[in-house]
C-alpha cells in the first residue's frame, strides 16, 4: 500500500492485552460539528477534546438531541467535523477525501447501527464476506469465507449464516451486524444504541459481546441510553447539548483537566 | 385537487415534477399518432380551396379550346377545362409550363400568393422559388430548326396550386402555352364530377376516353383520377402515416409503461406515510380515494403540459412531411381524437394504476408497513428467496441482480423501455438502409446513360430517326393499368442495349404478343409465365402473354416498342430517345428534356426526406424511453441510498456503488437491447411487407446490421452516464447523514 500522507504517527503495531492500555487511539481536539449558517445553524458537537486509549470500552450517555450519534459519526468516519482536529489510529480523518475515508473505514473501524443496517439482499454470510471484501481485496475468497464463518460463529450464528436479514429475528441482525464490524478486525468499533431496538435479553447478548472484544485489544465506543450499561464501561463520557459534561475514566472524573487541555491523560493516570 | 397538488409538489418538488413531466412527454408522444391526421387535414383543405380535378386526360392537340363542348355530355360530368401542358428550359432546368383560363377557371385554380394573375399575352405566374415578380425571359418558340423566334415573358405573380405544388411551374395563359407548345388548341382536359367516388371515376374515365375517340381526339396515355377529392399525394402520405402509426404505437407503448412505472413509484413511495395515517385511524377506503386522487391530479397537470407539447409534436413533424413531400406549407391543425385519447390514456390509466397500487399498500400489514421504508422487503417472494440461493458471482453482482428480481415491476418497465428505444432505433435504420438499396436495386438493370423526352404527351418521335445510331434507340415509357395498379409499359427493341436483360425466370420477349414483368409485381397480382395478361391503355385493353421475369423493382411491363406504338395507334413512334450516352443523340434538336442516370443516382432527397422524419419521431421515441430509464434509475438508486450508505460505512467506495448499479442496468440493458432487435427487425420487416403489399412491388429488406453497435453503444454509455450522475447525487452526502434520515 502507497504511503498515507495523512497519517501523523507510525503505524502501531495491533495491540494486544499487554500493550499498555491507555495508548490514545482517538484524539479529538476542538471538534466542532454544526449544520446550516447564521442563526439558523444547528449544533450537533461543540468544540469537543476527547482522548480514548487502545482497547478500551467506552460509552457515550447523555440526553436525546445531545450530540452522541453526532460524535460517534465524527469517530467513526462516516461523517465530517465543520471544524477542530480528529486523529484515529494513528490517522488524521477530519480532512480526507470521501474515497480514502470510505478505505480507512474498511481497514479501522467496524460500525454497528441501532437499526442494523444489513444489505436486505444479502445473506447473513455474504454481509459479512462483503465487509471483508470492501475493507481488504487482496483476502482470497476462501480466507473471506471462512474469516466470515468464523465471525458469525463468534456470534452464535453459525447455523443461521444462509439466512436472509429478513429471516432474522432484531437480536439475530443485530449480532450479524456485530460479525460484520468485527470481521475485518478493526482497531475500533463504535456503536450507536446497538441494543436500542432489542429486548433487554438480546441487548445483554449484544453488549457482552461487543464488551468482551476489548480482550483481543479493540477499542469499543458504544452509545446507549442504559445507565446500567454505561456503568460497566472503562470510560464514561456524558454529553449535554453538543458538549461533554462529565468524563470519567477507571473513577476518575477527567472533564476539568481534559476540557483545560493542561493535562495529558498518561500523567493524569 | 389543485391545492393538494401543490401541497405535494411543496414537499417533494423534483419527484412530483419530474412524474408531471415524465407523464407530461408520454402524452406528448401519442401525439406521433395524431400526425398522419394533421398532414391529410392540411391537404384536404389546401384540395379543396383549389378545386382538385377528379380526371385529368391527356390528349394529343383538340384544335379547339371549347373542351366543355367535347365532353361536357358525358356522365358524371360537371364541369371540364381546357389546359396545356409543355415544358421549357429555364437556366438550363426543364421546367412544366401550363396554360390555363385565367379568371374562369373552377378546377385546380391558379391563385397568386404574390403579385397577380397574368392578363396580357406573354405574362406568367410562376411557383415560389424559381423566379422574382419582374423577371423576364425569353421562351423559343416551335418551328423547325432553323427558327429564331421567341416569346419574351414576363413574371406577374408568384402562386400556383395545391395540385402542382410539388413542382416548378409557370403558369399562363391558354393562348401562350399553345403558342409554347405548338398546338392550336388543348392537350389536356381536367374534369370536375359530381360523384367523387372511385368506381364512378373508374367509369367516368372510360366514357371520357370514348367521348374523345368519337369527336377524333387521341388520349396519348390513361386518364389519371383523383378520388374522393383527396390530394394526390395523400395516397403517398398515407403510407409515410403507417409508418409514423407503427412508430406512434412503439411511443404509446413506452408512453403506457412510463405512466404505469410513474404512478406505481408515486404510490408505493407513501406506503408507511399511509401506513401512519393508518394507525392513526384513517380508514383504508379514504386512503385509497386520496391516493387515487393524488395520482389523477398529477395525472391531469400532466395532460394540461402535454396535450400542447403533443400537438406541437404532431404540428411540427406533419409540417415536415408537407414541405418536405408536397411543398404545402400547412397551417396549424389539432387532431381531437388523438388529443381526447391521449387525455383519457393519461387520466383513466393513472387511475387504474393508481388503483391497484393504493389497494396493494392499503393492503399491507400495518405493523410490516410501518417498519419498511420502501414496499415489500427482499425475501418474501419465492423467486427473491431463489436468487438468493445463486451463490456465484461477486457479491456486489448478487446485491445487483438480487435487486432487480425485487423491483421486478420497475425492472421490466426499464427493460421495455430499453427495448422500445434500441427498436425505435433500428427501424429508422433499417428505413434507411432498405431505401438506400431499393434505390439502388431500381436502377441497376438500367444501362441507358440518358433519356430524352419531347414536349406533348403523345409518341411524337419517330422511331426511325435512331436507325443509324447504334448508342440510341427509341422506345416507349407509357403509363396503362393492369390488374388495377397503374403500370408502366416500357416499350424496347427485342435485343435492346439499353437495359440488362437478365431475367430472373424465362426469357426476354421475341415474338409478338410477348411481353416481360417485374419479377416483384408478378408475384404479388398473381401471374406466372405463360399467363396471359390484359393491359388497359388509353387505346383500349389490350392481351399479352408473359413469357419472363425481369428483376426490375418497379411495376412494369416491357414490350417490343413498334408492337406498343402499333397498339397505341402510332406505329413507328415512340415518345422517349434512350442512349448509352450521358447527352442526348446529335439528331435530336429543339425543346428537350433530358434525364440522365447520373442525376437519378445521386438523388438522395427523397429518402433523405423519408428519414429526416423518421429520425425525429425515432428521437421522440428515444429521448421518452431515455428519460423513463433515468427516471426509473433515478428512483431505484434513490430507494436504496441507506443501503448504499451502508455499504460506504463498511469501507465501501464510489466505484463500488456504481458497480451495483451498473450491474444492475447492464443485464437489463442486455435484454433490453436483445429484445429491441428482434423487435427491431420485425417491425422494419412488417413495415417494409405492408410497403410492398399496397405497392404491389418488391421492395426487399436490409436490416441494419451497421447500426447494431451504434444501439449498443447509445445503451452501454447511457447506463454508464446515468449511473455515474445518480452515484454521485446519492454519494454527496456523509455516510451519517443519508443514514439518519433511514430511520
Ligand atoms: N443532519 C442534521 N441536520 C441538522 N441538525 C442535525 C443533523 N443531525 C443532527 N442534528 C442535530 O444535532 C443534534 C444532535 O443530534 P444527535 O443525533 O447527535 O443526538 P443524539 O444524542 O444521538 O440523540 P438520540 O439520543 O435521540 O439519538 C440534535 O439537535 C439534532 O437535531
Ligand atoms: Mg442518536
Redesign the pocket.
Known sequence: MSPDPYRVAPPEPHASPDVPRLTPLVQAHDLTRR??RGSSA????DRVDLNIGSGELASIV??????????GALIAGIDNPTSGSLVVDGTRIDSLSNDRLARWRGRTVGIVFQDFHLLPTLSAEENVELAVQLADRSVHRRERRERSRDALASVGLADKRRRLPTQLSGGEQQRVAIARALVTRPRLIVA??PTGSLDQASGHVVFELLAGLTATGTTVLF?T?DPELARRADRQIE?LD?RIATHTAAGIDMSPLVAAGTIDEQVAR | MIRRLFREIGRAPVRILTSVMALALAIGAIGVLAIPAVSTNSLRDAAEADGIPQVIVPIDDSKTFDVAGIVGSVDNVDRAEAEVLTFVEIDGRTTDVLGVDFGNQEIDIVHADVGRLPAAAGEVLVTDGLAQIGDRFEIPLPGGEASSATMSAEVVGVGGTAFWSEDDVVFTSLESAAAIAGVDGANRIVVGTTDLSADALSDTSRDLRAALTEAGITTTSLPFTVPDGHHPIEEAIDQISMLVGMLGIVAGLVALVLLASTVNTLITERTREVAVMRALGAPNRQMRRRLRRLALSIAAAAVVLGLPLGIAISNFIARMILTEFVGITPGFAVSIPVMVGSALFALLGARIVAARAARRVTARPLAEALRDRNGSPFGRRLSERLTARVRVGALLDRTAVRNGVHQRARSFAMFAQITAAVAALLIVASLATTITDYNAAEIEPVQWGSRTFVPGPGLDIDASIADSDPRSEVGIDIAGELEGWETDLVGFAPDTLMIDRTMDAGRWFAAPGEVALSTGFAERIDVEIGDEIDVELASGSHRYTVVGLHPDSGRSVFIDTSELAADMNRPGMGNVVMSLDEESPAYMTGLLSVERLTDISEDDSGRDAILMIFTAIGAIVVAVAGLAVASGLAVGVYERRHEFAAMRAVGGRRRHIFRVVVAELLPLGTLGIGAGLVAGWFGGAAIMESFEASNAVEIGYTFATGAIPAAVGAVVIGSLLLGGLMVRRVTRQPVA?TL?GAA
Open positions: 449544520w446550516g444547528q449544533l450537533g458537537v447523555g440526553p436525546s438531541g445531545s450530540g452522541k450519534s453526532t460524535l450507536d444504541e452509545i441510553h454529553m453538543g | 447523514v439518519r
